[in-house]
């Protein structure tokens, strides 16, 4: 095969060794269980190092070898199986020397550390002074020079394992997720209570040196006022503080909630403490106010669905780039860049990290959320303006006219998905803090026809960012057959762009607007999809709006069902997943779940597929593994239903394990957004806006005939785009309501398995390799860049 290099034994023989250091993290035990069965699978030998860097100076049975098995019935848990510690020895050269000494005992070469900046940076310093380590070693006769010549380089390749999403150079580090839902869990819990008295709380949240959980969590749950370090308020932060609390109560608000970073300072660098603000608003408004320290709560708890599939895909990344990794490598970093897992150089995102404490010390605010990033940037942005009391007066003239004008019409198309509030919420104010009008279509295409079209204010859409649902109505209904009225309506309310948020029928109905346009020139406007399904089926898209919360509750009962199994016979759980004929929730909640096997309908099989798997789990039971899930997406096979499935294994394993079967069905449309889709919702939104805007300044008059002035905008690998929708008409499939190469397809081939030459997607061939509580059979390896392995 054209550009592959051949992978024998693994490094030469050379092992991999995984720690984790410094602040613990949810996810951590999905990255270290995706190392080492990486690992193992292509051919090498993994070590534990058990607890962080103190466990490689000391030595003995801190550093132990892992077996597939010793990593299975992890991923669900918080924490670090393998301990983590601050180790003061580390930091000397000697404590470095004695950690060289017990990996070159057991040929360990290359390292995976799953950390924070400072552990990083330790590694990279662990790495540079490698060689002469070993010298010295050799000199004084703990190593022999044969051992030195084997051992001669030691590859680095780091994970950021952190809460506070404080690394430059990465989108989002492993743990961060998991925390935001504590502390949303939290404060959509506190609302209820501070409601009830009209109390404010004050709750303050970790990130000593980085605001990120703090303006994440106040963008995703409304609060009235956020500090963080990186952007400290103005000098008279407690008039300002006080002025808007007031006019909310005045306005009818029943409460407020204020999020303070524990490391949140003024412009002088002074501390600003909960209880300080406390005082401000006791002293000056004197509301029933409470402090909330959430403190470890955050790092606690069970990992969400991101974070486990975050560690899986940086796991095997981190063990693919110690394969390529030769002794002039330079250390990296595996990343998270949009949707792609990257490389990127380690000492050059340290630098970087280092550079925002030093301009926060040098008081360079700016250049300090600049460092952050672009989307930290525009956090800050987004939360400022969407947290106003009302848009600004600047956007309106004497009269109350919007200065612009426009009258944009939002709607929504399909079933209903959580973030879809979060969504027209934030299209609102993005639209009304220009000046412009927005008009709210309830129930979709039905109240278009019937002219159900009013206005939205500015105050209409407050509260709506946290709820499930679809507080705007929507129904699946398509405009084809009701082009008249459709027409007849947007002309009737002077609609000059259109913004639709839902699943493949907004998709379709927004298709056929674009391909009316000839016949009816009100429809000659720019128009934009924002992708919102649970089924993520969309074309153009990798990421649909609802599928990040379906998939937390796909995975929250996957972890209760198996739970109810703990302490009895072995039992086996056969689970079916929503999704129509799109296998992504069965697929992904079958890799963040650690389930067995998952069957979606892109990657066919047959009865002999499913013995195979039957006879896997009768092995798998036989050597003492207690319980077994396997995923079916809903529309994956006509004969082969879940019943069939559930039948099937009841009968072939009853003298072995007991199996039971669970239909999720619409729970899984329920229930609160996940903090990634309330805040990829608003963004979206704001992007959404920004294009129209830009569209009919471009294009007045209604003039958009071109394709392009009808698109779908979506989240692809590390960029949003935004395509035509007559463009991906091509590669739709609209017989199964997906995207005809939803799957990119790479080959497993496995010489001893009855899977020989079956081929499964791209997105789940870690999952597939991960999932198995065995070690299959190893022939030899080809590895190509393209990420095809074949066995």
């Given at each position: 095969m054209e550009g592959t290099t051949a992978i024998k034994g693994g490094q030469n023989g050379k092992a991999i060794a995984v720690l984790t250091s410094g602040g613990d993290s949810q996810g951590m035990n999905s990255a270290v269980r995706a190392v080492v069965r990486m690992g193992l699978y292509l051919g090498t030998k993994v070590f534990f190092i058990r607890e962080g860097y103190q466990g490689m100076v000391d030595g003995g049975e801190n550093i132990q070898e892992a077996s597939w098995a010793s990593v299975s019935g992890i991923i669900h848990k918080g924490g670090t199986v393998i301990g983590s510690a601050r180790c003061k020895a580390f930091r000397e050269r000697a404590g470095r020397l004695k950690a060289a000494k017990n990996l070159v005992k057991h040929k360990i070469c290359n390292l995976v550390v799953i950390g924070g900046d400072g552990s990083l940076t330790g590694a990279n310093l662990f790495r540079q002074e490698w060689s002469s380590l070993l010298d010295e070693l050799v000199e004084k006769g703990a190593i022999t020079a044969e051992v030195h010549g084997e051992c001669s380089s030691l590859n680095i390749v780091g994970m950021v394992g952190s809460i506070d999403n404080d690394f430059c150079g990465t989108d989002m580090t492993i743990g961060t997720d998991s925390a935001l839902h504590r502390i949303l869990e939290a404060i959509d819990a506190i609302v209820t209570t501070a409601s009830s008295h009209q109390r404010t709380f004050i709750l303050e949240v970790m990130g000593r040196h980085c605001g990120y959980l703090a303006l994440v969590g106040a963008l995703a749950s409304e609060a009235d006022f956020v500090f963080i370090p990186e952007w400290p308020p103005e000098p008279d932060w407690p008039e300002k503080l006080c002025k808007k609390l007031k006019q909310e109560r005045d306005a009818g608000q029943r409460l407020n909630i204020i999020i303070i970073s524990e490391g949140a300072i003024d412009r002088k660098g002074n501390p600003?403490?909960?209880?300080?603000?406390?005082?401000?608003?006791?002293?000056?408004?004197k509301q029933d106010t409470r402090v909330t320290v959430l403190g470890h709560v955050q790092r606690g708890g069970s990992p969400s669905a991101f974070d486990r599939v975050l560690g899986c895909r940086m796991g095997a990344e981190a063990v693919l780039a110690l394969f390529e990794a030769t002794p002039k490598s330079e250390a990296c970093v595996v990343s998270l860049d949009g949707n792609q897992a990257v490389r990127v150089p380690l000492m050059e995102c340290v630098q970087k990290t280092q550079g925002v404490a030093k301009c926060m010390a040098e008081k360079k605010w700016d250049d300090a959320v600049k460092l952050r990033g672009r989307s930290f940037e525009r956090n800050l942005l987004t939360y400022k303006m969407?947290?106003?009391?009302?848009?600004?007066?600047?956007?309106?003239?004497?009269?109350?006219?919007?200065?612009?004008?426009?009258n944009l019409g939002v709607m929504l198309i399909g079933a209903p998905c959580c973030g879809m509030n979060a969504a027209v919420r934030s299209f609102v104010r993005n639209c009304l803090f220009r000046g412009d009008t927005?008009?709210?279509?309830?129930?979709?295409i039905d109240g278009?026809?019937?002219?159900?079209?009013?206005?939205?204010?500015?105050?209409?859409?407050?509260?709506?960012?946290?709820?499930?649902?679809?507080?705007?109505g929507t129904k699946r209904t398509l405009p084809e057959k009701y082009m008249e009225q459709c027409v007849a309506s947007l002309k009737k309310y002077k609609i000059q762009a259109l913004l639709v948020i839902g699943g493949f029928e907004a998709y379709s109905s927004v298709l056929q607007f674009a391909e009316s346009r000839e016949k009816y020139p009100e429809l000659r406007i720019p128009m934009c999809v924002i992708p919102a399904t649970i089924s993520n089926n969309v074309p153009g898209t990798d990421f649909s709006l609802g599928a990040d919360t379906a998939l937390n509750e796909i995975t929250e009962i996957c972890d209760r069902i198996r739970q109810s199994a703990q302490g009895t016979k072995r039992r086996v759980f056969v689970v079916e997943t929503m999704g129509?004929?799109?296998?992504?929730?069965?697929?992904?909640?079958?890799?963040?779940?650690?389930?067995?096997a998952a069957y979606v309908f892109e990657e066919p099989f047959s009865i002999k597929d499913l013995i195979g798997d039957v006879v896997h789990m009768q092995a798998k039971m036989a050597e003492g593994v207690q319980r077994g899930l396997i995923l079916r997406n809903e529309y994956a096979n006509t004969n082969y239903t879940t019943d069939f499935i559930f039948r099937l294994y009841s009968e072939e394993g009853k003298d072995i394990f007991s199996t039971r079967m669970n239909v999720l069905g619409h729970m899984q449309q329920g229930g609160s957004p996940s903090p990634f889709d309330r805040n990829f919702g608003t963004k979206?939104?704001?992007?959404?806006?920004?294009?129209?805007?830009?569209?009919?300044?471009?294009?007045?008059?209604?003039?958009?005939?071109?394709?392009?002035?009808?698109i779908l905008l979506g989240l692809v690998r590390r960029q949003y785009r935004y395509t035509p929708v007559q463009t991906l008409k091509a590669d739709t499939d609209f017989k199964y309501s997906c995207e005809v190469q939803f799957f990119s397809i790479v080959f497993l081939q496995d010489t001893t398995d009855s899977n020989l030459g079956k081929p499964i997607s791209a997105l789940y061939f870690p999952g597939k390799i991960l999932a198995n509580?065995?070690?299959?059979?190893?022939?030899?390896?080809?590895?190509?860049?393209?990420?095809?392995?074949k066995i």
């Amino acid at each position: 095969m054209e550009g592959t290099t051949a992978i024998k034994g693994g490094q030469n023989g050379k092992a991999i060794a995984v720690l984790t250091s410094g602040g613990d993290s949810q996810g951590m035990n999905s990255a270290v269980r995706a190392v080492v069965r990486m690992g193992l699978y292509l051919g090498t030998k993994v070590f534990f190092i058990r607890e962080g860097y103190q466990g490689m100076v000391d030595g003995g049975e801190n550093i132990q070898e892992a077996s597939w098995a010793s990593v299975s019935g992890i991923i669900h848990k918080g924490g670090t199986v393998i301990g983590s510690a601050r180790c003061k020895a580390f930091r000397e050269r000697a404590g470095r020397l004695k950690a060289a000494k017990n990996l070159v005992k057991h040929k360990i070469c290359n390292l995976v550390v799953i950390g924070g900046d400072g552990s990083l940076t330790g590694a990279n310093l662990f790495r540079q002074e490698w060689s002469s380590l070993l010298d010295e070693l050799v000199e004084k006769g703990a190593i022999t020079a044969e051992v030195h010549g084997e051992c001669s380089s030691l590859n680095i390749v780091g994970m950021v394992g952190s809460i506070d999403n404080d690394f430059c150079g990465t989108d989002m580090t492993i743990g961060t997720d998991s925390a935001l839902h504590r502390i949303l869990e939290a404060i959509d819990a506190i609302v209820t209570t501070a409601s009830s008295h009209q109390r404010t709380f004050i709750l303050e949240v970790m990130g000593r040196h980085c605001g990120y959980l703090a303006l994440v969590g106040a963008l995703a749950s409304e609060a009235d006022f956020v500090f963080i370090p990186e952007w400290p308020p103005e000098p008279d932060w407690p008039e300002k503080l006080c002025k808007k609390l007031k006019q909310e109560r005045d306005a009818g608000q029943r409460l407020n909630i204020i999020i303070i970073s524990e490391g949140a300072i003024d412009r002088k660098g002074n501390p600003i403490t909960a209880e300080q603000v406390k005082k401000v608003v006791v002293n000056n408004l004197k509301q029933d106010t409470r402090v909330t320290v959430l403190g470890h709560v955050q790092r606690g708890g069970s990992p969400s669905a991101f974070d486990r599939v975050l560690g899986c895909r940086m796991g095997a990344e981190a063990v693919l780039a110690l394969f390529e990794a030769t002794p002039k490598s330079e250390a990296c970093v595996v990343s998270l860049d949009g949707n792609q897992a990257v490389r990127v150089p380690l000492m050059e995102c340290v630098q970087k990290t280092q550079g925002v404490a030093k301009c926060m010390a040098e008081k360079k605010w700016d250049d300090a959320v600049k460092l952050r990033g672009r989307s930290f940037e525009r956090n800050l942005l987004t939360y400022k303006m969407l947290t106003r009391l009302c848009p600004p007066k600047s956007a309106f003239d004497a009269k109350g006219h919007g200065i612009e004008g426009y009258n944009l019409g939002v709607m929504l198309i399909g079933a209903p998905c959580c973030g879809m509030n979060a969504a027209v919420r934030s299209f609102v104010r993005n639209c009304l803090f220009r000046g412009d009008t927005v008009y709210g279509i309830q129930d979709g295409i039905d109240g278009l026809i019937e002219g159900n079209v009013k206005p939205i204010g500015w105050g209409e859409v407050n509260g709506w960012v946290g709820q499930g649902g679809a507080f705007l109505g929507t129904k699946r209904t398509l405009p084809e057959k009701y082009m008249e009225q459709c027409v007849a309506s947007l002309k009737k309310y002077k609609i000059q762009a259109l913004l639709v948020i839902g699943g493949f029928e907004a998709y379709s109905s927004v298709l056929q607007f674009a391909e009316s346009r000839e016949k009816y020139p009100e429809l000659r406007i720019p128009m934009c999809v924002i992708p919102a399904t649970i089924s993520n089926n969309v074309p153009g898209t990798d990421f649909s709006l609802g599928a990040d919360t379906a998939l937390n509750e796909i995975t929250e009962i996957c972890d209760r069902i198996r739970q109810s199994a703990q302490g009895t016979k072995r039992r086996v759980f056969v689970v079916e997943t929503m999704g129509g004929y799109c296998g992504y929730l069965a697929t992904l909640a079958g890799l963040a779940g650690g389930a067995d096997a998952a069957y979606v309908f892109e990657e066919p099989f047959s009865i002999k597929d499913l013995i195979g798997d039957v006879v896997h789990m009768q092995a798998k039971m036989a050597e003492g593994v207690q319980r077994g899930l396997i995923l079916r997406n809903e529309y994956a096979n006509t004969n082969y239903t879940t019943d069939f499935i559930f039948r099937l294994y009841s009968e072939e394993g009853k003298d072995i394990f007991s199996t039971r079967m669970n239909v999720l069905g619409h729970m899984q449309q329920g229930g609160s957004p996940s903090p990634f889709d309330r805040n990829f919702g608003t963004k979206m939104a704001a992007k959404g806006a920004e294009w129209l805007i830009s569209q009919l300044k471009e294009h007045p008059c209604a003039s958009c005939t071109g394709p392009e002035s009808a698109i779908l905008l979506g989240l692809v690998r590390r960029q949003y785009r935004y395509t035509p929708v007559q463009t991906l008409k091509a590669d739709t499939d609209f017989k199964y309501s997906c995207e005809v190469q939803f799957f990119s397809i790479v080959f497993l081939q496995d010489t001893t398995d009855s899977n020989l030459g079956k081929p499964i997607s791209a997105l789940y061939f870690p999952g597939k390799i991960l999932a198995n509580d065995y070690l299959p059979q190893v022939v030899h390896f080809t590895y190509d860049s393209g990420r095809a392995i074949k066995i």
